[in-house]
C-alpha cells in the first residue's frame, strides 16, 4: 500500500460517519500530505536544547503515573524557568507566521 493510500484509507475511515465526510477527509488527506512534506521539528528535552530568550514554545509536562500530558504556550525567559528541569519535561518550537 502506498503512503496516499495509507492516508486515503485512514481518513475514509476515520470519517466514515461524518456529516461532513468530504470535506472533512480533504482536509484530513491535504494535511497528512503537507506533513509528509514539510516534516517538523520534534519535541526538544531542556538538556539536549533550550529556546531562545522570547521565543513562543509549547511546554509539554508528562504525567506518566496518570498516563497523560499536559500542554502550555509561554513566552521562554530563562530567568523564570527553573535550571533543574526534569526529563518529563519537553518543549517544541512554535513556528512563526
Known amino acids: 500500500?502506498?503512503?496516499?493510500e495509507q492516508i486515503q484509507a485512514a481518513a475514509s475511515e476515520r470519517y466514515k460517519d461524518s456529516e461532513?465526510?468530504?470535506?472533512?477527509?480533504?482536509?484530513?488527506?491535504?494535511?497528512?500530505?503537507?506533513?509528509?512534506?514539510?516534516?517538523?521539528?520534534?519535541?526538544?528535552?531542556?538538556?539536549?536544547?533550550k529556546p531562545e530568550k522570547g521565543q513562543h514554545i509549547i511546554l509539554r509536562i508528562d504525567h506518566e503515573d496518570m498516563r497523560m500530558a499536559s500542554l502550555e504556550i509561554i513566552k521562554f525567559d530563562p530567568m523564570v524557568f527553573p535550571s533543574d528541569v526534569k526529563e518529563n519535561v519537553k518543549w517544541f518550537p512554535i513556528p512563526e507566521l
Not at 500500500?1 to 496516499?4: G, P
Request: net charge positive; aromatic share 18%.
Open 1 to 4: 500500500m502506498t503512503r496516499r
Open 20 to 49: 461532513f465526510r468530504v470535506p472533512n477527509m480533504y482536509c484530513f488527506i491535504e494535511g497528512a500530505e503537507w506533513a509528509d512534506r514539510v516534516p517538523s521539528d520534534r519535541w526538544h528535552s531542556f538538556k539536549d536544547k
